[in-house]
Nanobody
């Protein structure tokens, strides 16, 4: 099992940017696809972005496409989510997750290990 710790969340005004990091420990994530999800109170955790183990393939939810960028540094065992042009609808707790396989995943049940989440709040 790999331990995942998110950081970089905070409060930002609409139009601003944040960069989330997800540091993995315990095992290497170099052979594992990774994803970012988010959740607001009373709603299900929703897919945001995913990246293949090599980093060569990425995909995004329509709501963040063109604004968010997922990337990874396997040498640092870390995954990132660059978030630009933030708006209040992006306010949520953001979670990092790891699959056990190299190919990207789009739903919660495809992921095996989860971080504790980091709060992102966007004010208007």
């Amino acid at each position: 099992q790999v331990q995942l710790v998110e950081s970089g969340g905070g409060m930002v005004q609409a139009g601003g940017s944040l960069r989330l990091s997800c540091a993995a420990s315990g095992r290497t994530i170099g052979m594992r696809a990774m994803g970012w999800f988010r959740q607001t109170p009373g709603k299900e955790r929703e897919f945001v972005a995913t990246i293949s183990a090599s980093g060569g393939s990425t995909n995004y939810a329509d709501s963040v496409k063109g604004r968010f960028t997922i990337s990874r540094d396997n040498a640092k065992n870390t995954v990132y989510l660059q978030m630009n042009s933030l708006n209040p609808a992006d306010t949520a707790v953001y979670y990092c997750a790891a699959r056990k396989i190299a190919t990207m995943g789009y739903s919660r049940n495809q992921y095996d290990d989860w971080g504790q989440g980091t709060q992102v709040t966007v004010s208007s």
